[in-house]
């Protein structure tokens, strides 16, 4: 029997495509784009609102009030968004590729993607305590 998140993901509900998140949070990650490569380099500096010890949002509800340019997965749109890690739920599923074993959803375990290293716990500082312009000395090469 196929399991609701291995249907292709525009066939997912609203709360399934939610349901999908791996909980690494890397999205929550602020990115920087060389201007003339368009190349996305990740920094380990985090959305103030994310709960590091539970990679989630502390305020998920209200998060484009909180921080307008918060990233919003779509279902219709996932697939071209190839700064996503590659370890990303959603940018598998897009790719009609599997979840990981250290998924949730595969593993039955909310903790398992932390015990795996694919999460950010432990690795990241709040952007309240960095400014904007030196972000570039948090880059970071651990986000495939």
């Avoid at 196929?2 to 066939?11: C, D, G, H, L």
């Avoid at 060389?34 to 190349?39: I, Y």
């Amino acid at each position: 029997m196929t399991e609701w998140w291995e249907q292709p993901i525009e066939a997912l509900d609203r709360d399934q495509w939610e349901a999908l998140c791996d909980g690494c949070a890397k999205c929550c990650l602020h990115k920087l784009e060389d201007e003339d490569t368009g190349e996305v380099f990740y920094t380990k500096v985090r959305c103030q609102y994310l709960d590091e010890s539970t990679c989630r949002c502390g305020d998920y509800s209200r998060r484009s009030i909180l921080v307008p340019n918060c990233i919003h997965l779509e279902q219709g749109s996932v697939g071209d968004l190839d700064w996503l890690p590659s370890t990303c739920a959603y940018r598998l599923r897009a790719a009609n590729q599997p979840l990981p074993e250290w998924h949730y959803l595969v593993s039955g375990s909310r903790e398992t993607v932390h015990s795996a290293g694919a999460s950010i716990r432990g690795r990241a500082i709040s952007d309240e305590y960095v400014h904007p312009d030196g972000y570039d000395e948090h880059i970071v090469t651990w986000v495939e």
